[in-house]
């Protein structure tokens, strides 16, 4: 399973990491994947790690401002969210699929990848 952590409440300009932690099986052999969610939204995707040489891939309204990276020893993938915006304000998810374009491009259920977590609410009001 993955079970995501670190969402809280930041003002505007501030900074969050999330977590992505997974049990049971081995992050390194998956692509992983952020998503988000804002009330009355649809789930739109934020950024993508590859399995193997961990490339990374941002979604325009993060790029420059979010970093995604892998800790093979933690099991675990961060996003580290600076410069965070009102905008920003979304329950955040992780999802694990060994195809990496099914993430960025499939938009399927969450629940239709091999894992996902419940997600962590992110919010960046004064």
């Known amino acids: 399973q993955l079970v995501e952590s670190g969402g809280g409440l930041v003002q505007p300009g501030g900074s969050l990491r999330l977590s992505c932690a997974a049990s049971?099986?081995?992050?390194?052999?998956?692509?992983i994947g952020w998503f988000r969610q804002a009330p009355g939204k649809e789930r739109e995707g934020v950024s993508y790690?590859?399995?193997?040489?961990?490339?990374?891939y941002y979604e325009d309204s993060v790029k420059g401002r979010f970093t995604i990276s892998r800790d093979s020893a933690k099991n675990t993938v961060y996003l580290q969210m600076n410069s965070l915006k009102p905008e920003d304000t979304a329950v955040y998810y992780c999802a694990a699929d060994p195809s990496l374009n099914r993430l960025r491009f499939s938009r399927r259920p969450l629940n239709q990848y091999d894992y996902w977590g419940q997600g962590t609410q992110v919010t960046v009001s004064s």
């Open positions: 049971g099986f081995t992050l390194d052999y998956y692509a």
């Open positions: 790690i590859s399995s193997g040489d961990g490339t990374s």
